[in-house]
Nanobody, 116 residues
Framework: VQLVESGGGLVQPGGSLRLSCAAS????????MSWYRQAPGQERVLVAT????????SYADSVKGRFTISRDNAKNTVYLQMNSLKPEDTAVYYC??????????WGRGTQVTVSS
């Protein structure tokens, strides 16, 4: 199983970024996927989750109305569209699989920095 995040970078407050997570090594369309983030000195926290079909999504209160999780099962990719970014959104963002035969898999993360 491999998860590779991309799309992070430096953006000004109020700006937007779209993160991608390319998955391989498993049947992507059979598993829910999630995005997490970890700010410096803080625990890793759940940002958003999408079901295997993309029919249902859920979000942390801190990002509701600003972030949108989506997936393309034909491309084995999950996305996180982030709008109206705030400095407190600065973190390393990780994608994660649901449990596959009891194991959850993580990507290596992509840095998002929101600063003027």
């Amino acid at each position: 199983v491999q998860l590779v995040e991309s799309g992070g970078g430096l953006v000004q407050p109020g700006g937007s970024l779209r993160l991608s997570c390319a998955a391989s090594g498993f049947t992507f369309s059979s598993y829910d996927m999630s995005w997490y983030r970890q700010a410096p000195g803080q625990e890793r926290v759940l940002v958003a989750t999408i079901t295997k079909t993309g029919g249902s999504t859920s979000y942390a209160d801190s990002v509701k109305g600003r972030f949108t999780i989506s997936r393309d099962n034909a491309k084995n990719t999950v996305y996180l569209q982030m709008n109206s970014l705030k400095p407190e959104d600065t973190a390393v963002y990780y994608c994660k699989t649901a449990r596959i035969w009891g194991t959850q898999y993580w990507g290596r993360g992509t840095q998002v920095t929101v600063s003027s």
